[in-house]
C-alpha cells in the first residue's frame, strides 16, 4: 500500500511539472534561461455597455496569456480575448499583457508586455476615451542620414467630439529599428547604415487604438530624377547629365565614408589635382574628382554638411557669375544662403548668382 501511495505521488509530481502546475517563473532572456517569448502584439481596450473587452493578436509558439489590472495580476488565459465585467463608471483601468510558456518545468515570459488605459463612461462622463487621430500624415520620405518629427494627438471620435478625450498622448515605435528608430517625442531617425527601405511608425493611444505612419527611406546621394532642368544654365547642366555618376559617388563618399572635411578641389597650373586644405582621400576618389574637373571647368567644395560643384565665370566688368550644384546632407543651415536656390532633387539644388571679383579673391584668401 505504502509502496503505491509512493508510486501515485512521483506520478502527480511528474504530471504537474508537464503540465506546468508549480512551475517556477522567469523571464525571457534572463541568464538562468534565454528563451524567446513571442510578445503580444495590437492589444486594445474597448468598452461594450458596462464591460470591457480586452483583445490582442496571438502570439505563435505560447501557451497563455496573463492580464494585469492596475498593477496586480488578474486573469490567466489562452484565447486572446478576455471581458471584464468588475468595473465601475467613469472609472480609469489600466491593463498589461504578457505572453508565457513553459521550458524545463519553468514559466517564461515575454519580456515587456504592452500596457492600455480606459476609462468607463456612460452619457454624463465628461471624458472618453480615443476614437481618432489628427494632425497625423500617413506617409514621409527622408534621407539616409535624415530624421522627420510626426505630429499627433488622439481625439475623441467624431460623435463624442465636444467631450474630452482621456489623453492625448501617443506613444510609437518602429516596425524596423535596423531601418529607423523613434524616441518618445515621435522623432523619427534613420540609421546611418546605408540601409534603405520602408519602415512602418506605429501611434498608439491611451487604449491600444493604432494607427500606422510609412516612413520611406531613401539614399538620396543618388537621385531617381532631376527636375526643373530648364532652369539650370547651360554652362552646368553637363553635371547633371553628362557627369551625374560621378558627382553622386563623390558626394556618398563625403556623406558616409569621409566625414567632416572641408576643402576645396582644383586643378593647378602644372594640370595636377589640387586642395585648399590637404586632407586624406582614398586614391580612387582622387582620381574620381580629377577626371570630373578635368572634364568641366569647376571646383568642387566640400563642406560639413554639403558638398558643392561650383562653375565660375568672370566677366569684363570684374564682376563673376557662380553657377553650382550642391547636395546637402545635414541641414540647409550649413549652406551658404548669398545666392539664388533651387531643388531640383531631394537635397540637391542648383545655385546661381554675381559676386565682384574683389569678393571671390577674399574669399580664396
Do not use: C
Not at 530624421?147 to 467624431?158: D, F, M, N, R
Not at 566677366?315 to 551658404?336: C, K, L, P, R
Amino acid at each position: 500500500m505504502k509502496k503505491a501511495s509512493k508510486i501515485i505521488a512521483i506520478f502527480i509530481f511528474a504530471m504537474s511539472v508537464f503540465l506546468g502546475v508549480g512551475a517556477v517563473e522567469v523571464f525571457a532572456g534572463t541568464t538562468s534561461q534565454t528563451n524567446t517569448v513571442n510578445e503580444p502584439i495590437k492589444f486594445i481596450a474597448k468598452q461594450k455597455g458596462k464591460k470591457v473587452i480586452l483583445k490582442w493578436n496571438k502570439s505563435k509558439n505560447v501557451k497563455g496569456y496573463i492580464i494585469y489590472k492596475n498593477g496586480k495580476k488578474f486573469k490567466t488565459l489562452k484565447k486572446n480575448k478576455l471581458t471584464d465585467k468588475k468595473v465601475k463608471k467613469n472609472k480609469v483601468y489600466s491593463y498589461k499583457i504578457k505572453a508565457y510558456t513553459f521550458a524545463n518545468g519553468k514559466k517564461v515570459f515575454s519580456n515587456s508586455g504592452q500596457t492600455v488605459s480606459i476609462i468607463v463612461t456612460d452619457k454624463k462622463s465628461k471624458k472618453v476615451n480615443a476614437g481618432r487621430f489628427k494632425y497625423i500624415k500617413n506617409q514621409y520620405t527622408i534621407s539616409l542620414n535624415g530624421k522627420v518629427k510626426l505630429q499627433g494627438e488622439a481625439y475623441p471620435s467624431k460623435k463624442l467630439k465636444k467631450k474630452k478625450v482621456l489623453s492625448r498622448k501617443l506613444t510609437w515605435s518602429s516596425s524596423d529599428t535596423s531601418l529607423a528608430t523613434v524616441n518618445a517625442r515621435g522623432v523619427v531617425k534613420a540609421n546611418n547604415n546605408m540601409k534603405t527601405g520602408t519602415v512602418i511608425i506605429y501611434a498608439k493611444a491611451h487604449n491600444g487604438l493604432t494607427k500606422k505612419v510609412k516612413i520611406n527611406i531613401e539614399n538620396y546621394a543618388y537621385p531617381s530624377k532631376i527636375k526643373k532642368m530648364y532652369m539650370l544654365s547651360d554652362d552646368i547642366k553637363p553635371l547633371v547629365t553628362e557627369h551625374m555618376a560621378e558627382m553622386t559617388k563623390i558626394v556618398s563618399y563625403f556623406e558616409f565614408e569621409n566625414k567632416n572635411n572641408e576643402t576645396t578641389f582644383d586643378i593647378d597650373d602644372k594640370g595636377n589635382l589640387s586642395m585648399s586644405k590637404k586632407i586624406s582621400i582614398s586614391s580612387e576618389m582622387e582620381k574620381t574628382i580629377f577626371n570630373l574637373i578635368s572634364s568641366m571647368p569647376i571646383t568642387v567644395e566640400v563642406h560639413k554638411g554639403y558638398v558643392a560643384f561650383n562653375r565660375i565665370d568672370f566677366t569684363v566688368y570684374d564682376t563673376g557669375i557662380i553657377n553650382s550644384i550642391a547636395y546637402v546632407f545635414q541641414g540647409m543651415e550649413n549652406v551658404d544662403t548669398g545666392y539664388e536656390r533651387i531643388e531640383i532633387a531631394p537635397n540637391w539644388y542648383y545655385q546661381y548668382g554675381e559676386f565682384s571679383k574683389g569678393y571671390f579673391e577674399e574669399e580664396q584668401e
